[in-house]
């Protein structure tokens, strides 16, 4: 048992909370990681919105859409879909959303390993809320 123990503990001293943190999503199936570091490549728009007003604009439009919505966290400002047709079943497309100072609205970004899927989901998504809200 202390062996087990050390081990843990030099893991921790040696890589950081954040990447126990990490795994223990990895297993469990609910890191973020991959679609935060495609961020960088990620497409958006800004809507005239509030935060509130777009999550809840854009969990309409996945629903009626028959997306599965697999996370769904209001205060870190992300969703993640999944079952986008044409794509594997499994594939998520990030939905993260950036509250903007001042009045200038709220940005929405798609981020995914996928490019077909992360298009996909912006043409209908951007679309429909382009006729919900004036950008």
Request: aromatic share 12%; charged share 25%; proline share 1%.
């Given at each position: ?14 890589t ?11 297993f ?15 497409v ?37 879909i ?10 998520e ?10 009045q ?24 429909e ?7």
């Amino acid at each position: 048992m202390k062996k087990i123990f050390l081990l843990f503990f030099l893991v921790v001293v040696f890589t950081g909370c954040a990447t126990v943190k990490d795994v223990s999503r990895n297993f469990a199936g609910t890191s973020t990681r991959d679609l935060e570091a495609g961020k960088a490549d990620s497409v958006y728009q800004v809507y005239s919105c509030s935060m509130a007003d777009c999550f809840a604009a854009v969990t309409d439009v996945a629903d009626e859409n028959n997306y599965y919505t697999f996370m769904q966290d209001e205060a870190r400002g992300l969703i993640v879909i999944m079952n986008i047709p044409g794509c594997v079943d499994t594939t998520e497309v990030g939905i993260f959303f950036t509250a903007l100072s001042g009045q200038q609205g709220t940005r929405i970004e798609l981020s995914s390993r996928s490019s077909p899927a992360k298009k996909e989901v912006a043409k209908v998504l951007f679309s429909e809320l382009n006729d919900r809200f004036k950008k």
